[in-house]
């Protein structure tokens, strides 16, 4: 490849930002700039090497052989950068920019949500975008810069990190536990209305537990929020599966079954090997990875 006067290596910044996104929208968004600038310093990229990196289409960007080629040749560039610039900054390199985290709703509200001020005291200049809507954000289509997981892909290019188990229990309110028949086993529970996932929205085979519990329970008031069965729950509607970590801040809520009933599920961190390399993405996953470490006895109970 030849370059012409007009290239600069901080064009590099935008080319690795399309091609890690696919979308001239998100890559702005990552760059604090705007869809106009991204898309023409592409442009001028591609004139300056006098290739063709990427094929445009109504989703997105997608590289072309030579823009792959070519991605490995800037990731080298933008890894000895860092290595620069941690040594220039005593191996405190300042990150910017944008990374949007998808988890469930869970894990997002009750474990993430009151921790984002830790991190950002730690990466002031990153900003988090957390979406906990209920489905699976696409990392394929770069939706999401990295995900947390009940259920891991079973294919395809990515790295997936196993962070924790974590511990579910039946749960009831101390009033209604007080004013309803005693629960001594299995059978017993169904006499009793159950709060729970509504079926044919159950975006991930993890939440799916009550056929764990008892085969025959059939919830009475089913939502798709576990922040909606949870406040069910604590007005004394019935009972429901609930993690651990969320019903261990509730002291009106007590467990039913404990020794029989104890059922386990996963948190997987799930990245598009195009990101592994990404400092702003390497940051999050490291924070989560850490919090929950630090955090364990939340998870397991």
């Avoid at 012409?4 to 760059?31: C, E, H, I, K, M």
């Avoid at 699976?136 to 990515?158: F, H, N, Q, T």
């Avoid at 390497?282 to 109970?301: H, M, Q, T, W």
Wanted: net charge neutral; with cysteine.
């Amino acid at each position: 490849m030849q370059c012409s006067p007009n290239f600069t290596w901080d064009d590099l910044l935008y080319f690795l930002a399309v091609a890690r996104t696919g979308q001239l929208s998100t890559a702005a968004r990552q760059l604090r700039t705007s869809h106009a600038t991204v898309s023409r310093r592409i442009d001028r990229l591609e004139l300056s090497l006098q290739v063709k990196l990427f094929e445009r289409n109504p989703r997105g960007y997608v590289l072309t052989a030579m823009g792959q080629r070519f991605v490995e040749t800037a990731e080298r560039i933008e890894a000895e950068a860092d290595r620069l610039q941690a040594d220039i900054t005593s191996g405190n390199p300042a990150q910017r920019g944008v990374v949007r985290l998808s988890a469930p709703e869970g894990f997002a509200n009750f474990f993430l949500a009151p921790r984002i001020g830790e991190f950002s005291d730690q990466h002031p200049n990153l900003s988090l975008e957390l979406v906990t809507i209920q489905q699976i954000m696409s990392l394929s289509r770069k939706e999401a810069d990295i995900a947390v997981s009940l259920d891991p892909p079973k294919g395809g290019p990515y790295e997936i990190e196993k962070i924790t188990d974590y511990r579910l229990s039946i749960y009831g309110s101390k009033e209604y536990l007080k004013s309803k028949p005693k629960i001594n086993c299995r059978d017993d529970l169904l006499t009793h209305p159950f709060i729970g996932y509504i079926e044919d929205m159950i975006f991930a085979p993890g939440l799916d537990y009550l056929g764990d519990v008892h085969p025959g329970i059939k919830p009475r008031f089913q939502s798709s929020s576990i922040f909606a069965q949870l406040t069910a729950t604590l007005r004394h509607q019935g009972l429901c599966v609930l993690p651990h970590f969320i019903a261990r801040d509730e002291p009106e809520l007590q467990i039913v079954l404990a020794k029989e009933i104890k059922l386990i599920r996963h948190y997987y961190l799930v990245r598009h090997r195009d990101m592994i390399r990404n400092r702003r993405v390497r940051a999050v996953a490291d924070y989560i990875v850490a919090s929950v470490e630090a955090n364990r006895d939340a998870f397991l109970g």
